[in-house]
């Protein structure tokens, strides 16, 4: 009797899915708990494993076809799967590919890797494609390796054309809609960053040591003066729902980070009840997860504003686009000295601009300038964090 092989069951947020990768092809043996396919979502990549021991008997649906909640995608034929052990003891390659995933393993055959010089970053030492990824591009030049699957097409140019990813389509359709159902406009401040970096270095090596590694950085005083500054300004927090306004009792603050299948935002819940420690140990568990492609689809679901930092790139000065159904989105910047006037006095400062786009139709040009000005007055002095003012 063979075992049906279904997809995972999708939230609502998320209607259908596409197969991504198989990992085993028609009569393999497959061992139960060993990942079969890759399905590639909107928003992550779930990994399907075997339900049991056997041979992989059909395969319904092929990489690029779209899949439903619940829908049967392969078939099992039951049955114990022979494995052959040496009685000598194995070497640390044999034992590294033993204990690496199979897409991990199929990697390191495409590309004719020992697993023995990867580190293994899974549970237990496992490696990861992840992990396989990394080491090959830190070991190959970068344009040797993308010249792999580039074709000629005339006169001696080289182009190569793939299929845009899921969450790449995804993200191209949200901006394009977000540009052309709101009514988006940005405005601009600049904040002194030097009472923020001065809190930072008196009390950073004391921060980590009490929190237990988790260091402080500037995205948690950016996360509790938004916060605070939301509470100040529903309309900021609030969303538009068809001829509706939903405006929230709660601050889930979203925080773009980069992922290798693209921008992901996950999402900070109820930010307001959180202290800077715990805000910096989520945003940081969430960057591992994001560049290990482990975040869940509920890490990303929801959101009532977000923040997106485009400083660590090097960015000086852009116009974030919004996150629907968000109204707004705040924008960081890179900190780059900057002679400012203080006092009829010149002085040098660490400066960064800050953006903040947001939905005409909902937030008027008054509150937005406001909320932005709060921000600024917030994180210019600290101490308002604290007393709330």
């Not at 773009?256 to 800077?276: E, I, N, Q, T």
């Amino acid at each position: 009797m063979t075992i049906e092989i279904k997809a995972p069951t999708l939230p609502e947020s998320v209607p259908d899915g596409t197969i991504a990768t198989w990992h085993k092809n028609e009569g393999d043996k497959v061992v139960r708990d060993e990942i079969l396919v890759d399905i590639e979502t909107d928003k992550v990549v779930i990994e399907v494993p075997s339900p049991s021991d056997g041979t992989l008997q059909k395969i319904i649906k092929k990489s690029g076809d779209l899949i439903v909640s619940n829908e049967t995608i392969a078939s099992i034929l039951p049955g114990e799967t022979t494995v052959t052990s040496e009685p000598v003891q194995a070497s640390s390659t044999e034992t590294a590919e033993a204990i690496s995933s199979p897409a991990a393993r199929k990697m390191l055959e495409e590309n004719s890797l020992s697993a023995d010089v990867i580190k293994g970053s899974g549970k237990d030492g496992r490696i990861t494609k992840e992990d396989v990824a990394n080491h090959l591009a830190e070991q190959a030049p970068p344009v040797a390796s993308k010249q792999k699957s580039l074709a000629p097409v005339g006169d001696g140019r080289l182009e190569e054309r793939v299929p845009m990813s899921r969450l790449r389509a995804t993200v191209a359709n949200r901006l394009l809609q977000a540009s052309q159902s709101t009514a988006m406009l940005t405005t601009f401040n600049e904040i002194n960053m030097q009472p923020i970096m001065g809190i930072r270095e008196r009390y950073k090596a004391q921060f980590e040591k009490t929190h237990e590694g988790v260091r402080l950085g500037f995205m948690s005083f950016f996360v509790r003066a938004c916060t605070e500054a939301l509470k100040r300004f529903p309309a900021v927090n609030a969303s538009i729902d068809g001829k509706d306004i939903v405006y929230h009792g709660y601050q889930d603050i979203g925080v773009a980070v980069s992922s290798p299948r693209g921008l992901v935002v996950p999402v900070l819940r109820s930010a307001d009840h959180m202290g800077f420690a715990q805000i910096e140990k989520e945003i940081r568990e969430y960057g591992l997860k994001a560049k290990e492609s482990k975040l869940a689809i509920d890490d990303m679901t929801g959101g009532t504003f977000t923040i997106s930092n485009g400083g660590v790139f090097g960015s000086l000065l852009s116009t974030p686009i919004l996150n629907p159904p968000q109204t707004a989105i705040l924008g960081m910047h890179k900190i780059q000295d900057r002679p400012m006037a203080v006092e009829g006095v010149v002085k040098v400062l660490p400066m960064m601009y800050l953006a903040l786009s947001y939905d005409h139709r909902m937030i008027d040009g008054k509150e937005a300038v406001q909320f932005l000005v709060t921000i600024k007055e917030l994180l210019e002095d600290p101490t308002r964090l604290l007393l709330e003012i």
